[in-house]
């Protein structure tokens, strides 16, 4: 993988999430939030919504958009758990707000602005905590956080659309989508748990138990039988970290062997079985180097690598990987990604990927997704650039610790392509001339989509 299993669930999760789930609301209630008190450095330093007042999607979105202008300018001011930006953590984890917005018939649209918000707010933390080894009960309570945020999506999307197992069966779109979003929660989930296990010097297991349990008995319908049996022995592994017997015991309640699943799950059991098999197919397949880069020669001391199916190519140093994920588009249509991908440990990170759509969106060019990708992206310094005769923008993102070129090139209006290369902030000077190499080597010749 190219990057961390947590980060691309929550990815998979947020394309996923808008079409349909189904399960019960966490039943507890997050406490009100005290008025808060002097400012602290990122509350004068940016313009951020009020805590001691419910918020609305657009302020957890002025939220998002803040965190994520903070990872780029000043990461050392991201809000914890504790200390002066308590408040804001709160808001953002405890999502009494969102709550309340899932009683009744909850507006999707606006659970969708949550739902996209969060994810890239998931991202931040997750990249914080598994690559960085910081900010690990963040990254837990944000989790948690975000899959109590798709249950409850699940649950409105259900009742507004009244989706059941006839509806699903007639709809195989809809059908797959859910398979997959299934299988992406359940994976997330057992993934956090397996963090704790494994960097229990960032992660604290006990913790990460405190805060998953209050919402193990809603996930845990949407579990087959062989995951719960998954989550139970990390469960019997955690009792050796030092994690609390109330904590273990109400994740064996939830998950426990004669636990009855959600109907829908139980009545799409095989196509769940089916798709797990698949997954783990593919991921040993890319571990075994099943799914080959073709190799099309040298250049210099470089080698162009095309990706198999697709024809596209760039010069890399070394072999690349590659991989192909497909997934489902918040609109409900098929969606491919193929990436070619080198990461040197400690200095050079390269990628060159293709998306498509089985269907261009309605009413949007190629070029409205390239600004669309850039402006996502944060990218600074654009200028238009052509690959091959497609136009795109190329443009600039530098962090803390890694300075990027990224070029963004529309192919139709169904396929859109990222090339990108990053280097440590203090050798991008020095690297300056490879950067430009890696993605001025970018080629379309013979793409297919």
Not at 154 to 183: C, P, S
């Amino acid at each position: 993988m190219f990057v961390p299993r947590s980060l691309a669930v929550a990815r998979g999760l947020l394309l996923l999430l808008p079409l349909l789930g189904a399960c019960r609301p966490a039943r507890e209630v997050v406490p009100p939030v005290e008025t808060p008190g002097p400012a602290s450095d990122l509350q004068r330093a940016y313009d951020l919504p009020r805590t001691d007042v419910a918020w609305t999607a657009r302020d957890y979105i002025k939220a998002r958009d803040v965190l994520v202008r903070l990872e780029r300018e000043r990461p050392e001011l991201l809000p914890r758990l504790d200390g002066p930006d308590a408040a804001l953590m709160a808001r953002l984890t405890g999502l009494a707000d969102i709550e309340a917005a899932a009683g009744g018939v909850a507006d999707t649209d606006e659970l969708l602005a949550f739902s996209q918000a969060g994810a890239d707010i998931l991202h931040i933390y997750s990249a914080r905590a598994l690559t960085r080894g910081e900010y690990g009960r963040e990254y837990v309570a944000v989790a948690v956080a975000y899959f109590k945020l798709g249950v409850l999506q699940f649950e409105a999307i259900l009742a507004a659309e009244k989706l059941d197992e006839a509806a699903l069966r007639a709809n195989d779109v809809r059908r797959e989508a859910f398979v997959e979003v299934r299988f992406q929660l359940a994976r997330g989930v057992h993934d956090v748990l397996a963090s704790a296990l494994a960097l229990p010097r960032v992660i604290d297991p006990a913790y990460t138990a405190a805060t998953l349990t209050p919402i193990a008995a809603d996930v845990a319908p949407w579990f087959l039988p062989e995951e719960r049996d998954r989550i139970l022995d990390l469960a019997d592994r955690l009792a050796a970290a030092a994690v609390p017997d109330p904590d273990l015991a109400t994740l064996r309640t939830a998950f426990a062997p004669d636990r009855e699943a959600h109907p829908i799950v139980d009545a799409f059991a095989e196509e769940h079985r089916e798709f797990l098999d698949k997954k783990e197919a593919l991921l040993a397949a890319v571990a075994a180097g099943d799914l080959a880069p073709v190799d099309l020669g040298r250049e210099g001391e470089w080698t162009r690598w095309a990706f198999p199916e697709a024809g596209f190519s760039a010069a890399f140093p070394l072999k690349p990987n590659a991989q192909k994920q497909s997934h489902t588009a918040t609109d409900g249509v098929a969606m491919t990604t193929r990436m070619l991908g080198l990461k040197q440990a400690g200095r050079i990170s390269r990628l060159a990927s293709c998306i498509t759509r089985a269907q261009p969106i309605a009413g949007r060019t190629r070029d409205d997704d390239v600004k669309s990708i850039t402006a996502m992206m944060h990218l600074e310094g654009l200028r238009p650039i052509t690959v091959e005769g497609a136009a795109g923008l190329e443009g600039r993102l530098t962090t803390d610790t890694a300075h990027g070129l990224i070029r963004v090139v529309g192919l139709s209006d169904k396929t859109s392509c990222i090339v990108s290369i990053d280097v440590p902030k203090e050798l991008a000077r020095e690297l300056e001339g490879e950067m430009r190499r890696f993605v001025d080597s970018f080629r379309l010749a013979g793409f297919r989509e």
